[in-house]
């Protein structure tokens, strides 16, 4: 159920913030210090003395949050319909009533504020990658140049705005990675990898030749399938993980073409999270991904 009462009162979305924020007791932003008091209010937001260092926070102070315009309240809704519904950012603008660039930057502010996936890889691993149209610019003028969307078909590089996001599917745990890079080589695999439970890890690969030196490292026991060569999934050999994974990458990038490359990570981080949250109900999902932030 989507969280209404939250989007509709800015006490209960600061509400919801203090929850939060403060799930492991009051601590000063600044000093640290638990030595803190309630002291008075800022608006909707609870205000706090830290006795340490003797100055004044509140529910907002060191967050993203803090020193915005919006109303809290709308900054949650548009959180919320991004990660849940996929919102493009100029229909939320409408729904909002700010200007895109403004919605713009909120938005970028709350992904950005996203921590990386860290990868401990148990393995079986699926690894593939796509290459995704993402221009530098990715401005208002450029909006139907860019439509042209993923492309799991040849190779791109990032010089050439189709950078690489490599789709890495944890068998051993369920989980899915989805990381960007510069290059599809073998540097960048290792890189992606290196992160592993156990001294060797089961690869499964397509035929790309950057996953080759894979197989004189015994750190990697790979095994690989050739798309296009008659040759199906091969019992347990395939990514059919990475490639059904890659269509929905594909969706979540389409109501946002004209992304530049250099912020694939951030709306890729914000993929990630969507994830998580899917079959959460609404006011935890909202929650979730408040604390995904702080
Ligand atoms: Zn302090």
Redesign the pocket.
Known sequence: MIPLDVFGSESVAADLLEQVRWRDGVT?P??R?DRTVRNGSYREFQRYL?K??D?TFNDKTGTIFAHSKIALRRWLFSIYAFLRFNTNLRQLQCEIEVTYKTMHRRIERFARALDAPSLNLVGPVEIDEVYVSAGKKGRERDRESRSRGLSTRGRGSYSGDKPPVFIIADRGTGQRYVIPAKAADESTIRLLLADRKEESLTVYTDGFRAYEPLEDDNAFDREYVVHGDGEYADDEVHVNTCESHASRVRRWLSPHRGISKDKLTQYLRAFQLRRELFRKPGRDALKHALRATL
Request: charged share 25%; glycine share 0%.
């Open positions: 000063c600044r000093c210090s830290c340490n260092c100055r």
